[in-house]
């Protein structure tokens, strides 16, 4: 059983820098290539918007809305995701997800409900 968690939330002032990692315990199935990705979902919104998603190969894609200020890494050694967030902005204050699923983070990051397992989520928030 695949689980997925993430670390490294906080608080922290505009401008700031945080960097989120995400461990999996568990085995993909190997007869996939799995994507990973970060995601982030506003208090009283539904809706989680795509940040970066990270493919098998070492594709990268990212939203327009943290291009240039996020950069997501993984080490398949220690199984963990990264997310390097820089020059942070309250707009940026969410809770952050990280994801996995065996397809493609130019699809996949347009539609994370695609996502097959997901982390329980970090907090973030940046004051002005």
């Known amino acids: 059983q695949v689980q997925l968690r993430e670390s490294g939330g906080g608080s922290v002032e505009a401008g700031g820098s945080l960097r989120l990692s995400c461990t999996r315990s568990?085995?993909?199935?190997?007869?996939?290539?799995?994507?990973m990705g970060w995601f982030r979902q506003i208090p009283g919104q539904t809706r989680r918007e795509g940040i970066a998603?990270?493919?098998?190969?070492?594709?990268?894609n990212y939203a327009n809305s943290v291009k240039g200020r996020f950069t997501i890494s993984k080490d398949n050694d220690k199984s963990t995701l990264y997310l390097q967030m820089n020059d942070l902005k309250p707009e940026d204050s969410a809770t952050y997800y990280c994801?996995?699923?065996?397809?493609?983070?130019?699809?996949?990051?347009?539609?994370?409900?695609?996502?097959?397992?997901w982390g329980q989520g970090t907090q973030i928030t940046v004051s002005s």
């Open positions: 568990g085995n993909f199935d190997s007869r996939y290539r799995y994507c």
């Open positions: 998603t990270i493919d098998s190969d070492g594709t990268i």
């Open positions: 994801a996995a699923d065996p397809g493609r983070g130019s699809y996949l990051l347009q539609y994370p409900t695609q996502f097959q397992y």
